[in-house]
């Protein structure tokens, strides 16, 4: 078992800047890839970003890419969210998440979450 707990969350005006964390407990972190998800008031829950077991691959989704930055911190079993340039459409709950499988963008293919952080941003 993996146990995911988040943090980071809160409001933010449009254009600000925020960090999310994703603390991992349980077994070995670097044997997974770590991604997260996003889901809005009434969407299904989207993929947003995952990096690799050691943390040199890292991928996004189109409407995120130069304003999102995922990082890990293997040492201290650690997961971030860089999110910079804030839009409203950002506004959602934001999932962290565990995979043996590689940095995939399906939920499916994810085992373990964490609870989810609110990420709102108001315009």
């Known amino acids: 078992q993996v146990q995911l707990v988040e943090s980071g969350g809160g409001l933010v005006q449009a254009g600000g800047s925020l960090r999310l964390s994703c603390a991992a407990s349980?077994?070995?972190?670097?044997?997974?890839?770590m991604a997260w998800f996003r889901q809005a008031p009434g969407k299904e829950r989207e993929w947003v970003a995952a990096?690799?077991?050691?943390?040199?691959?890292?991928y996004y989704v189109d409407s995120v890419k130069g304003r999102f930055t995922i990082s890990r911190d293997n040492a201290k079993n650690m997961v971030y969210l860089q999110m910079i340039s804030l839009k409203p459409e950002d506004t959602a709950v934001y999932y962290c998440?565990?995979?043996?499988?590689?940095?995939?963008?399906?939920?499916?293919?994810?085992?373990?979450w964490g609870q989810g952080t609110q990420v709102t941003v108001s315009s």
């Open positions: 990096v690799t077991w050691s943390g040199s691959g890292k």
């Open positions: 998440a565990a995979s043996q499988l590689g940095p995939r963008s399906r939920e499916s293919e994810y085992a373990y």
């Open positions: 349980g077994r070995t972190f670097s044997n997974y890839c």
